[in-house]
């Protein structure tokens, strides 16, 4: 079956602007979170959502924010780019959350800030 | 202080050889102890899942050990391939997911 689809996979913009990336997760899975990655601060958790619901959230600010739909596709949203956005984005699907079912990560989407 | 420390950083070893990674954490509650691997460009790949009562995991060629009482973790990689060349990421699993800064192992031929 299909793996966890990231689109773009990258992307670049400008300081100041916004941008929206998507997450499909795998067909029956229930559950989205996503997550970023720097060099410098590695693998950093941003928020988890299941059935359409934020159930987790990380140490982010409000700049980032994130919603999934009835299918459990998830849109993030990142406001007001700063360059220390620049990152690779990655969301993982699992059946029923991340703490206690199998997460399957996406490749990821790129994001550079200019 | 990150909660889940790794290491070496990095490591590089010869093809066929053995090597194990080290995770400490200091996080609590301990819900589960997850080995991913990451090769670049992608997103990571689980490995093993281990939970308390587990002392001992084998995936292949991977096998992950856990002392929840040292709370301590360890990836042991036998018989080393080109394609085992990854970082590999340790998760600790509380009330939220914690990451260790991951090793970086490069194996050569």
């Known amino acids: 079956k299909a793996g966890v689809t990231q689109t773009p996979r990258y992307l670049i913009k400008t300081r100041g602007q916004q941008v929206t990336l998507s997450c499909s997760p795998i067909?029956?899975?229930?559950?989205v979170s996503w997550y970023q990655q720097t060099p410098g601060q590695g693998l950093q958790f941003l928020f988890e959502y299941f059935s359409e619901t934020q159930r987790n959230k990380g140490n982010f600010p409000g700049r980032f924010s994130g919603r999934q739909f009835s299918n459990s596709r998830s849109e993030m949203n990142v406001s007001t780019l700063e360059l220390g956005d620049s990152a690779l984005y990655l969301c993982?699907?699992?059946?029923?959350?991340?703490?206690?079912?199998?997460?399957?990560f996406g490749q990821g989407t790129r994001l550079t800030v200019v | 202080k990150n909660q889940v420390e790794q290491s070496p950083q990095s490591l590089i070893i010869l093809e066929g050889k053995n090597c194990t990674l080290q995770c400490n954490y200091t996080v609590s509650p301990f819900s589960n102890l997850r080995w991913y691997k990451q090769d670049t460009g992608r997103g990571p790949v689980s490995l093993t899942i281990m939970t308390f009562s587990e002392n001992t995991k084998s995936n292949g060629r991977y096998t992950a050990t856990l002392d929840a009482d040292t709370k301590q973790s360890s990836l042991h990689i036998t018989a080393s391939q080109l394609s085992d060349s990854a970082s590999y990421i340790c998760v600790v699993h509380s009330n939220d997911m914690r990451f260790g800064a991951g090793t970086r192992l490069t194996v050569k031929p």
């Open positions: 067909s029956g899975h229930r559950s």
């Open positions: 993982a699907s699992s059946l029923a959350g991340t703490m206690n079912t199998e997460a399957f």
